[in-house]
């Protein structure tokens, strides 16, 4: 099936859906997702940040889609025309999706352990409006401990309903769920149970705010004071490939590998992720990739030869004869 | 490759019998001697007296505390992603409870350490800070003889709660202008009755 997005053509499998086809293109053109997860089945269709205009529906019937669409739940038609980026309407309503998602969200970044890695920036910052317009006061919650792993912040959450798929689809006994309706809607265990399943843990890497954080990192350091590590181990229960958030020889954190789209390659168990804080119980394999305008890289110069390198071909176009090179 | 023209050719040429003699160059350099005793000194007796300085002068740090005497800052870590140079270095504590009155937020900062030596006084570190937490005064940082003396901890850093500093010149208008929007108000702390009054449906 041929699909166009953006201006791109490019040619799908049948029940492919607009995000997908958009990701195989590139970053560009590819709408943001806070609840969809590509390893997680029936997550997206929540929180509307995906949202894309088609323009063309198909070959057959070339009549445009009235309204947005979430292209996480649409399926392409051959000869459908998508413009995600290029239109404005699609930009400012995105910035309404975003506003929403914001009403209800605490300016908490500084005190917040997600910061620097949290989708929720990004997307404000990409998309959104510099102040906001909501003058109520925003939801509160009793605080509940969910077990001595995972920490929640349930002011933070989005509903992006993830953590309760990865529940359902990667542990056998989900104990939580969302309870309540609406803006009375939040995360919860019922009468205070405590989540401690093997791959439990796996709610922080998929929570896309700092809802669920871990709790053996909680106010240990800034996300861009550590440096992160790919590195593997012999573990029975899972892949053993993870990622060390290190400072100094300290092994602080333990997480999945991310990939671009911020998703979990791998999911990881609990006694790698919370127990395995030695550099010894570790095979390290190099730093991880990091883009140089996330936080995270700031301050790290593992691409200074790279940079050299760089700025060495442009003085070479300019026909600048370098200090060292000179008679 | 010439930068400037200032560049003079050095010679071994022999002196005259009047640059022998030196009593005229003697002479000539006790007359400059002798006039600058008519001059304004350009020196200043330090510390007895002081220069002006700028208002907006960007000396040692301060970390403030809010008008019940908690801390304001909590650790978020911009002004040591900012500093150029990389001399903040902190940690992070939980506050517990009972400790409201000392710190303002959830968490704070349980070390909070500028290398003075390092430091550039640039003031990005008081431009990052979100929370109004930290401020370059008018103070200087006074000479020591251990290099060890210039790192600053929260014991120098913080305001002691009896000797308040002003940091009003400071504040420009546009962090003024922000406190005042509604519905960004960073700076207050989170009081549901407060607002609920405000907003009778």
Not at chain 1, 165 to 174: C, F, G, I, P, Y
Not at chain 1, 261 to 283: L, P, V
Not at chain 2, 181 to 189: D, I, R, V, Y
Request: contains cysteine; positive net charge.
């Amino acid at each position: 099936m041929k699909v166009t997005i953006d201006g791109i053509e490019i040619d799908v499998p049948k029940g492919t859906t607009i995000l997908q086809a958009a990701r195989m293109i590139g970053a560009e053109v590819a709408p943001p997702t806070m609840c969809y997860y590509s390893s997680l089945k029936t997550s997206g269709g929540y929180c509307r940040t995906c949202i894309v205009k088609v323009t063309q529906g198909s070959t057959a019937n070339p009549t445009p889609m009235p309204k947005p669409v979430a292209s996480c739940r649409t399926e392409v038609m051959d000869g459908m025309v998508v413009e995600n980026t290029i239109n404005k309407d699609v930009l400012e309503a995105r910035k309404g999706v975003v506003e929403f998602l914001l009403m209800n969200h605490p300016l908490d970044c500084p005190v917040c352990d997600q910061a620097g890695e949290c989708h929720l920036q990004d997307l404000g910052y990409e998309h959104g409006a510099a102040t906001t317009r909501y003058e109520f006061p925003r939801r509160e919650f009793e605080k509940i401990d969910i077990g001595k792993y995972v920490q929640l912040h349930m002011t933070r959450c989005i509903m992006c309903f993830r953590c309760v798929k990865v529940a359902e689809q990667l542990t056998d006994n989900r104990v939580h769920g969302v309870m309540h309706r609406g803006d009375a809607a939040e995360i919860s265990t019922y009468i205070e149970n405590v989540i401690e399943n093997d791959f439990s843990g796996n709610v922080i890497d998929v929570c896309p705010v700092g809802a669920l954080t871990d709790k053996t990192f909680r106010f240990k350091s800034r996300v861009w004071f550590t440096k992160p590590v790919d590195a593997t181990c012999d573990c029975k229960k899972c892949s053993g490939k993870v990622r060390l958030w290190m400072k100094g020889e300290e092994v602080l954190r333990v997480t999945a590998r991310k990939d671009q789209w911020g998703e979990a390659e791998e999911f990881i168990c609990n006694t790698c992720r919370f127990e395995r804080k030695n550099t010894s119980d570790w095979k390290t394999e190099g730093p991880s990739p990091i883009h140089k305008s996330s936080v995270i890289s700031q301050n790290h110069y593992e691409n200074l030869n790279e940079l050299k390198v760089k700025i060495m071909k442009q003085q070479k176009a300019l026909g600048f004869t370098p200090f060292d090179k000179r008679p | 490759m010439q930068l400037t023209n200032r560049k003079v050719v050095v010679s071994n040429k022999e002196q005259s019998f009047a640059e022998r003699l030196y009593l005229p160059a003697i002479a000539k350099g006790m007359i400059i001697t002798a006039s600058h005793l008519f001059k304004k000194p350009p020196t200043i007796m330090y510390p007895e007296k002081k220069r002006p300085i700028a208002p907006v002068y960007r000396g040692q740090h301060v970390l403030k505390r809010d008008e019940n005497g908690a801390e304001r800052c909590t650790s978020c870590g911009m002004c040591a992603v900012a500093c150029p140079a990389e001399a903040i270095t902190m940690t992070s504590g939980e506050r517990k409870k009972g400790e409201e009155h000392l710190y303002r937020e959830e968490k704070y900062a349980a070390t909070y350490e500028i290398d003075m030596l390092r430091c550039i006084f640039c003031g990005l570190c008081e431009e990052a800070c979100p929370k109004e937490a930290i401020f370059l005064t008018d103070r200087l940082v006074d000479a020591q003889f251990e290099r060890k003396d210039f790192i600053y901890g929260k014991d120098k850093l913080v305001e002691k709660i009896d000797a308040r500093i002003d940091v009003t010149k400071r504040q420009t208008q546009a962090v003024l202008d922000f406190k005042k929007l509604p519905g960004l108000k960073h700076n207050e702390l989170f009081d549901a009755k407060k607002l609920n009054k405000g907003h009778k449906h």
